[in-house]
């Protein structure tokens, strides 16, 4: 039981960063703009977030510097592919190879570097009960503030005017500008605000799931973020839920070698490579649930003069 409870921490532990990431690609998708720098962005934001805990010995700064470099290159981004009407495709991998290249380069002096002691968050009487308490409320802030934006983006894109309002511009941005809506500003907000809860998931992994800068540690997970929105169908409580089982299979890896199971490392290194794999192939077997679902303008520019 003690080991399925740290299976169960570890997997919320693991799920929060493909959530955190998730949740701001889908706010970009929403609104009709497809960024595949996500790994970049996320290369980034750990490098600026470790180096400002290793100065600051402060995790709200560290969440701040990665949100604001992960923000920052989405601006970039969004400028780019919203008023310069540039490839979004090309624009995205471009700026996940520059993220790639810049956080190495950058984070050469910070590899032997060390975060001061980790403080350990616990729930009050709540992570006293056995089982429950080991497995749910001894996780770090950052998790439970994961899943209240999740149920807090579900109410904002289907509950309120605003959310509606950035759903008509990823379904017709033609429509919402014939409104007197300004798209490429809605859609330039859309995406930075995505950029930057991309920037606190990769701060999150550098400060909090694996305290340490080592050169590209996000590892795939920016390009599974990228498929979780798909395999959610760009709902808030999906991708919430398809983070965790993604997280789960990632820590069942390490589970499963911990009990000795005779399998090749680098077949359960995989595991959650070949589970994001063997998801997009089942979606994708059914074409019209995803176009029934995805934003209608999704990847295509726009043009307010036409």
């Known amino acids: 039981m003690e080991s399925i409870a740290l299976l169960i921490a570890a997997t919320l532990n693991a ?26 962005m996320m290369l980034v934001a750990a490098i600026a977030g470790f ?6 010995g402060s995790d709200v700064l560290a969440f701040a510097a990665g949100a604001g470099a992960g923000a920052l290159m989405a601006a970039a981004f969004g400028v780019l592919v919203i008023w310069f009407n540039t490839n979004q495709y090309a624009s995205g ?48 802030p950052m998790v439970y503030l994961a899943i209240v934006l999740a149920l807090g983006l579900a109410w904002f894109l289907y509950r309120s ?55 590209g540690m996000i590892a795939g997970k920016g390009w599974i973020a990228l498929a979780l929105t798909t395999f959610a169908t760009w709902r808030p409580a999906r991708v919430l839920l398809g983070a965790y089982l993604f997280g789960g299979v990632t820590m069942l890896q390490f589970h499963l070698q911990g009990q000795g199971v005779q399998v090749a490392s680098q077949v359960l290194t995989a595991l959650p490579y070949l589970a994001t794999i063997v998801v997009l192939v089942l979606i994708s077997r059914n074409p019209t649930w995803i176009r029934v679902n995805m934003p209608a303008s999704l990847g295509k520019p726009f043009y307010p003069g036409s």
């Not at 190495?104 to 308490?133: C, H, K, N, W």
């Not at 998931?201 to 340490?212: D, E, F, H, Q, R």
Request: charged residues 15%; glycine residues 14%.
């Open 15 to 40: 799920g929060t960063v493909l959530a955190l990431a998730g949740l701001g690609l889908l706010i970009n998708e929403r609104a009709g703009i497809v960024n595949l720098g996500a790994e970049g």
């Open 51 to 56: 180096a400002t805990a290793v100065h600051t």
């Open 93 to 140: 991998l471009a700026l996940s190879l520059f993220g790639a290249g810049f956080s190495a380069f950058v984070g050469i002096g910070y590899t032997q570097a060390q975060l001061s002691e980790r403080m350990r968050f616990e729930m009050p009487v709540l992570a006293d009960i056995p089982f429950v308490g080991p497995a749910l409320f001894r996780q770090h």
């Open 161 to 215: 005017r605003d959310g509606l309002v950035l759903r008509a511009v990823g379904e017709s941005p033609e429509s919402a500008h014939a409104l007197g809506y300004p798209v490429r500003r809605l859609r330039l907000l859309a995406v930075t605000t995505g950029g930057a809860l991309c920037g606190v998931a990769g701060a999150y992994v550098s400060v909090v799931y694996t305290p340490l800068w080592v050169e």
